[in-house]
């Protein structure tokens, strides 16, 4: 068989189609898939565009919130006290709280034994929704100075971001610092023989962070301290799981934040041999009961480690003190007592 040759362009026939046709179709074809993937590429970077932007807006709002008032102080509750002001260590953030002292049987006023007392996330140093300044005055009328105040971002402190820790820990040297070289709110009853840090929820995260840095922090009451930070996040529904890495991404670009950082557990040990009470409520969701075990193990894998701990059955997150009431001041006072001594002031 023979094919005839076409005058008109398009060649040789081909099972009924020109290859010039198909030629032309495959360059369609191919034209077609670039602007395809230039479609694509597009659409991608819209996405991650998008992806960052959002997660950088998530992180602005988690970073600020508007800061609690404080709408009582311990004036309120009969007792002395006075307002202070003292720089974090390192990067000097004006911190604000008050220095309540403590009162003996007698009546008598002392400092001897002071308590740094840590707030927690998103609260202040009053901290209403655990009861906070009560528990201050329950403490001081057992004869132990209280230094409350409140950390960055948070009650009358300078603005800062929150970082869950990874500078707050600098808030909590600072209140170190300021009981040991600071002015004297109580200048007659001369500065504290002894410190001592109770924390509660990222307080108490804090502050073990600061203690494993600061060994003038002789004891520490850690009242449900997460273990580490990110697993938390992790399990938040508020935000989506989706957006996460870029959202830490985003706190460490924005503000130098590492919170895969934020690991109590990783240093716990080093409190060694100073002793650490650790407390939490069986019903806490926000810090699961499975946090105060890991630190705890963790804590006491040092040698001379002194470890206690307490499962307040029912208690929910920061509620343990609202639960157990007397029975939380007793357990706290016998602890800070056998770990801080007694008040020389007291007399026998």
């Known amino acids: 068989m023979f094919f005839r040759v076409s005058s008109e362009a398009g060649g040789i026939p081909v099972g009924g189609k020109s290859l010039f046709s198909i030629r032309a179709g495959r360059i369609r074809v191919v034209h077609w898939a670039h602007r395809l993937i230039r479609a694509l590429l597009i659409v991608s970077q819209l996405l991650t565009f998008g992806y960052m932007s959002l997660s950088i807006i998530i992180a602005t709002q988690v970073a600020y919130t508007q800061p609690k008032p404080i709408t009582r ?43 740094i007392m840590v707030h927690g996330m998103h609260s202040n140093r009053a901290a209403e929704e655990l009861g906070l300044l009560d528990l201050s005055a329950a403490l001081a009328r057992h004869g132990f100075a209280i230094l409350a105040f409140d ?26 610092d300021f009981l040991r070289s600071g002015s004297l709110p109580y200048p007659q009853l001369g500065r504290p023989r002894v410190i001592g840090g109770w924390g509660v929820s990222m307080g108490g995260a804090t502050m073990l962070l600061a203690a494993a840095r600061e060994p003038a922090i002789r004891a520490v009451v850690a009242d449900c301290a997460y273990a580490a ?34 690991r109590p557990i990783d240093v716990v040990a080093r409190l060694a041999p100073r002793p650490i009470f650790f407390i939490q409520g ?11 075990q890991e630190l705890a193990t963790a804590a006491s894998k040092a040698h001379g480690a002194h470890v206690q701990t307490w499962l307040v059955p029912g208690a929910q997150h920061v509620q343990s003190y609202h639960v157990m009431g007397f029975e939380y001041i007793k357990r706290v006072v016998t602890f800070l007592t056998a770990a801080l001594g007694s008040d020389t002031h007291v007399t026998r």
């Open 151 to 176: 950390m960055r971002g948070h009650g009358e402190s300078s603005p800062a971001p929150l970082s869950a820790g990874y500078f707050e820990q600098r808030d909590v040297l600072g209140a170190g």
């Open 73 to 115: 102080t311990p004036a309120a509750l009969g007792l002395s006290f006075q307002d202070v002001a003292f720089p974090s260590r390192e990067d000097h953030v004006l911190l604000r709280g008050w220095f309540i002292p403590g009162v003996l049987s007698n009546g008598q006023m002392t400092v001897q034994r002071a308590i």
């Open 229 to 262: 930070f990110v697993p938390l996040v992790e399990r938040d529904s508020s935000v989506p799981a989706f957006f996460i890495p870029s959202v830490l991404v985003a706190f460490r670009i924005l503000y130098g934040i590492d919170y895969y950082a934020v």
């Open 282 to 292: 069986t019903a806490d969701t926000v810090v699961p009961p499975w946090n105060m």
